[in-house]
């Protein structure tokens, strides 16, 4: 009589992949950063091709991201080349909304790259809204561009608002230290850091909060643009001068 053949030992299913990797003693995604680096010209090519619209939520592809062909303007195109670390949207709830204006795709995309605040130091804006669109308060960066642009929204609404300038003194009075210290990492030579904030600047010289130090390098907008671009004011938002410093936008 033949001996009988103990059976295999099944191996275990490989792990479920996520999109960013999980930290586990806190039971959450850990974020992978701001954007590092530009896309290649076989990149967004790609990405061009493939993605597809989802009719049910227009301005954005059937993964929820927004569609790169409707970045049109020069301004667009600045959102539009960097390379997002992030690869899907954070929206509130799992709630998406759809993404018509040139503003609202470009805060929308300013999530994929932007960096992010630490944890219970979002914007006033961002921790106090209730309709928030997204869960988590970013910001981009701007280079000597006059007056506000619409790079991104506090509060992605959708319907027309002022962006959240958190680095312009005349447009933010207290300004959280991270954001001082973001700035220093990509603009270290910017006016605005020694003049206006120059205990936090050397402060943010010795701390580093933030990985990555790319900064948008922006041109100011063609008249084309800026008349597009122009939506209306925030009832309660002060405006200051309109100076051509550096400054940093909050994205939520």
């Known amino acids: 009589m033949c001996p009988t053949r103990a059976p295999e030992p099944i191996e275990p299913p490989p792990p479920y992949e996520t999109t960013f990797p999980i930290d586990i003693s806190q039971g959450k995604m850990t974020d992978p ?28 592809d059937i993964n929820g991201l927004p569609l790169m062909r409707n970045f049109l303007t020069s301004l667009d195109n600045k959102f539009r080349d960097l390379h997002p670390e992030r690869t899907e949207l954070d929206w509130k709830n799992g709630t998406r909304k ?81 954001v001082v210290t973001a700035v220093s990492e990509r603009e270290p030579s910017s006016p605005t850091l020694y003049v206006h904030y120059p205990t936090m600047y050397a402060d943010a010289t010795q701390t580093s909060l933030i990985r990555g130090n ?39």
Request: contains cysteine.
């Open 214 to 252: 790319p900064v948008l390098n922006m041109t100011p907008a063609s008249s084309k643009d800026a008349a597009e671009e122009n939506p209306p004011k925030c009832r309660n938002l002060k405006v200051g001068p309109a100076n051509p410093i550096d400054f940093a936008i909050s994205t939520d």
């Open 98 to 178: 759809p993404v018509k204006s040139p503003a609202a795709r470009r805060a929308a995309q300013g999530q994929l790259y932007g960096v992010e605040a630490p944890a219970n130091q979002e914007c006033t804006s961002c921790a106090e809204g209730k309709k928030n669109t997204f869960d988590h308060c970013r910001i981009v960066f701007t280079k000597e561009q006059a007056g506000p642009v619409d790079v991104g929204m506090c509060q992605l609404r959708l319907c027309g608002s002022r962006p959240q300038m958190l680095f312009r003194p005349d447009r933010f009075l207290h300004v959280p230290s991270w």
């Open 33 to 60: 950063g701001p954007s590092v680096r530009t896309r290649t010209a076989t990149e967004l090519t790609a990405i061009l091709r493939e993605q597809i619209e989802d009719t049910s939520f227009p301005g954005l």
